[in-house]
C-alpha cells in the first residue's frame, strides 16, 4: 500500500521516505527496494504456543512466558534513516 502511495506523489525510497514493516513478509524481498522489517520466527512461536497448550492440558503450571524478540533487518527502503 505504502509503496503505491509513494509513488502517486512522485517520493523517492528511500531519500523521501523510509519505509519499514511489522512483519517480514516474502514481498518485503520482493519489491525493490526491498523494505526494512522485524523479523521473528513463526513456526518456533507456534511450537512454543503448542507446548504450553500441551503443558496446560496435562495440568502443568505455566507462570510465565518470555518469547524471544524481533530482530529488525535493516534493507535499502530505510538506507540513510536509521542510526
Same mark, same amino acid.
Given at each position: #500500500? ?6 502517486? &506523489? *512522485?517520493? *523517492?525510497?528511500? =531519500?523521501?521516505? /523510509?519505509? /519499514? %514493516?511489522?512483519?517480514? %513478509? ?21 511450537? !512454543?504456543? *503448542?507446548?504450553?497448550? #500441551? !503443558? ?6 505455566? =507462570?510465565? &512466558? ?10 535499502? %527502503? ?6
Amino acid at each position: #500500500l505504502a509503496l503505491g502511495a509513494e509513488a502517486e &506523489v *512522485a517520493w *523517492a525510497i528511500p =531519500d523521501d521516505v /523510509a519505509i /519499514a %514493516s511489522f512483519e517480514d %513478509s516474502p514481498i518485503c524481498h520482493i519489491v525493490r527496494p526491498q523494505i526494512t522489517a522485524l523479523s521473528r520466527d513463526p513456526a518456533q512461536l507456534g511450537a !512454543d504456543a *503448542a507446548q504450553l497448550l #500441551l !503443558d496446560r492440558l496435562a495440568g502443568k503450571d505455566v =507462570d510465565e &512466558v518470555v518469547e524471544p524478540g524481533m530482530e529488525l533487518e535493516v534493507r535499502g %527502503s530505510t538506507v540513510g534513516h536509521l542510526p
